[in-house]
């Protein structure tokens, strides 16, 4: 696969030098265009500016001058939002749902790609068909009757409930995408170590899953956004409980609270509820925009 | 991509090296997924046969008098008009904007990298961060009426005012995906063939004719998918939002069917109801993409 792009790419380097070697590439309809597109970048990045420097001023502050970052109120706003929502415990839980569920996700979908991927046949052709079709089924259809099966199992209000939940709703995508990694791996990578009389775990830890690593990291990426960034389902089942809210499902509660809303306070928790998502992506940015690329099907 | 490369390798349907055993590998997964994500799905084709006051109360058989008060539910019908609304203003201006967008970004200009950056922002912030930035944006003292106040317009509530709540859930909803989807539609349109785009510039063709008489056709199946899950995610996806921003008002100004599910299903305690409504979101649904997928086929 990353062969194949590279080769794409290389065209499209030889396509572009092509290009350059015309007069120029900016005729009037490209600067019009060019113009356009930036236009709509700012509009992008304005309403966060916007948001980053009105969590540091009080409220009076934010309607008399927007743009200014005046830093007048220091981290006041993001300390009180911090306190007021019990931010520190919705982290917690936050990283406790998120990271669990990634790593279930995982031990379940990885095994299920390497038997679909070397089983073959039309058991396997159909239990591929069946995960395809989750794709077409929104997460929000059947938000009621699971919150009735949370209730059943007796989980309703237990962060453990989200932990059983998201992993199965990933499946779909995990396992196709994790399926078509593994069928790239040769077959006689495995066949000494069935000679060696390794069993089919142990070839699959030991020869496949580091042959499939990038999948795994781009599953694992995918669902982390996904899975930290989950809001109505968190807020259905487990519920605004303070002890037990994800970030995700404290950061509204913020609203209208006898009608009156401290848009400070909204900035500087909307502000902290963003960071580590914009921070892993600081770092993992090359990676992040592949992975949400590639799973994009799953919408 | 992800279905393109599904289609280009079958299962290895010529047998060799099968080794249907490792089936039971993938057992725990599909049960996993049947029990949490196909099972309630199901179920909702039951609920929706019920008469169920809330969850605490034993649920009785109404046969189909759920459905027999949703056809004559003014709420219903309204939101219906809602939903057409929201959906027949956002798809067509979003998925245009977007690939124009990819394809400009595929041109590979200065500036392309950073750009590509800034369109990628809107897909990393979760549903409740953008309800509360917008919530802030477009308040009584927020961005939109801070700029406002600058000319000497007095602003508004927008999220308040029956006349201007629809108008802003759209534009929100094209602010976090037309960027996104254009990077989509960038990394499709580079895997087409240089070459093609090359013949095209001989025959004079400018970026416009490219854009639309070459790129399109050629990407036109990946159009349709990306059309057919921006239409999902609108038409399921909007109560989340819709509860952060406007609870469906002012008055109904607001309510859409996916907010009238969640609405009914777990504020008001009308479960069976709620479901019935599902299905008919769910119908609705199956019908859309099935008019976007002959709409937007491969025509060569």
Do not use: C, H
């Given at each position: 696969m990353a062969e194949a792009t590279g080769t794409i790419d290389r065209q499209a380097t030889a396509f572009r030098s092509s290009a350059q070697?015309?007069?120029?590439?900016?005729?009037p309809g490209i600067i019009v265009a060019y113009l356009a597109v930036v236009g709509y970048a700012l509009l992008l990045v304005l309403p966060l500016y916007w948001l980053f420097v009105s969590s540091f001023k009080p409220s009076i502050e934010i309607l008399s001058q927007?743009?200014?970052?005046?830093?007048?109120?220091?981290v006041q706003n993001l300390v009180e939002v911090w306190n007021r929502l019990s931010m520190g415990s919705a982290m917690l839980n936050s990283i406790y749902i998120t990271s669990c569920s990634v790593v279930v996700t995982l031990l379940i979908a990885v095994p299920a790609a390497y038997g679909l991927a070397r089983a073959g046949g039309p058991i396997a052709a159909i239990m591929e068909r069946i995960y395809a079709l989750?794709?077409?089924?929104?997460?929000?259809?059947?938000l009621i009757p699971t919150l009735l099966l949370a209730i059943k199992l007796g989980?309703?209000?237990?962060r453990e409930f989200m932990i059983l939940y998201l992993p199965a709703s990933a499946q779909p995508l995990a396992v196709i995408l994790l399926t078509q990694f593994m069928r790239t791996v040769p077959r006689e990578l495995e066949e000494s170590a069935r000679i060696d009389g390794a069993s089919n775990l142990r070839i699959l830890w030991s020869i496949y899953v580091p042959l499939v690593r990038p999948g795994i990291a781009t599953i694992a990426i995918l669902n982390f956004i996904g899975f930290w960034n989950e809001y109505i389902y968190s807020l259905v089942i487990?519920?605004?409980n303070a002890q037990r809210r994800t970030l995700q499902v404290a950061?509204?509660?913020?609203?209208?609270?006898q009608g009156i809303t401290d848009y400070a306070l909204v900035c500087a928790g909307t502000l902290i509820s963003v960071l580590p998502v914009f921070l892993i992506y600081i770092v993992l940015n090359r990676r992040m925009e592949e992975a949400l690329v590639q799973g994009a099907v799953k919408g | 991509m992800t279905r393109r490369n599904v289609a280009a390798t079958?299962?290895?349907?010529?047998?060799?090296?099968?080794?249907?055993?490792?089936?039971?590998?993938a057992a725990p997964s599909l049960l996993w997924y049947l029990a949490f994500t196909v099972g309630p799905l199901f179920a909702m084709f039951y609920i929706a046969f019920l008469d169920w006051k809330g969850i605490a109360s034993a649920p009785k058989w109404a046969g189909l008098s759920n459905f027999a008060r949703m056809v004559s539910d003014p709420r219903v019908g309204n939101a219906i008009i809602n939903t057409v609304i929201h959906l027949g203003a956002t798809l067509p201006v979003m998925m245009i904007l977007s690939f124009m967008l990819g394809y400009f970004l595929n041109?590979?200009?200065?500036g392309h990298r950073i750009l590509r950056v800034v369109m990628f922002i809107?897909?990393?912030?979760s549903v409740s961060a953008l309800g509360m930035l917008f919530v802030a944006v477009l308040g009584p003292v927020g961005l939109v009426n801070g700029i406002l106040g600058a000319f000497g317009h007095p602003g508004s509530a927008w999220l308040a005012n029956s006349s201007t709540a629809m108008p802003a859930l759209i534009a929100i909803t094209i602010w976090a995906g037309a960027g996104f989807n254009g990077v989509l539609f960038s990394a499709r349109l580079s895997?087409?063939?240089p070459d093609i785009f090359a013949a095209a510039d001989l025959d004079g063709a400018g970026h416009w004719q490219k854009m639309w008489k070459v790129a399109l056709p050629i990407a036109i199946d990946y159009f349709g998918v990306l059309t057919m899950l921006q239409f999902l995610w609108t038409l399921f996806g909007s109560a989340g939002l819709i509860l952060i921003l406007t609870e469906g008002g002012?008055?109904?100004?607001?309510?859409t069917l996916s907010w009238l599910v969640f609405r009914f299903g777990?504020?008001?305690?009308r479960v069976g109801y709620s479901q019935a409504l599902g299905i008919l979101l769910f119908v609705i649904g199956i019908v859309g993409l099935l008019t976007i997928r002959r709409m937007l086929r491969a025509r060569y």
């Open positions: 070697a015309m007069p120029s590439p900016f005729t927007p743009f200014v970052p005046t830093f007048t109120s220091g989750g794709f077409l089924i929104p997460g929000f259809a059947a989980l309703f209000n237990d487990v519920g605004a950061l509204p509660t913020l609203q209208g609270n | 079958p299962p290895s349907a010529s047998g060799v090296g099968r080794e249907p055993g490792l089936l039971w590998f041109l590979k200009l200065p809107p897909a990393l912030i895997a087409i063939d002012p008055g109904s100004a607001t309510e777990y504020s008001d305690s």
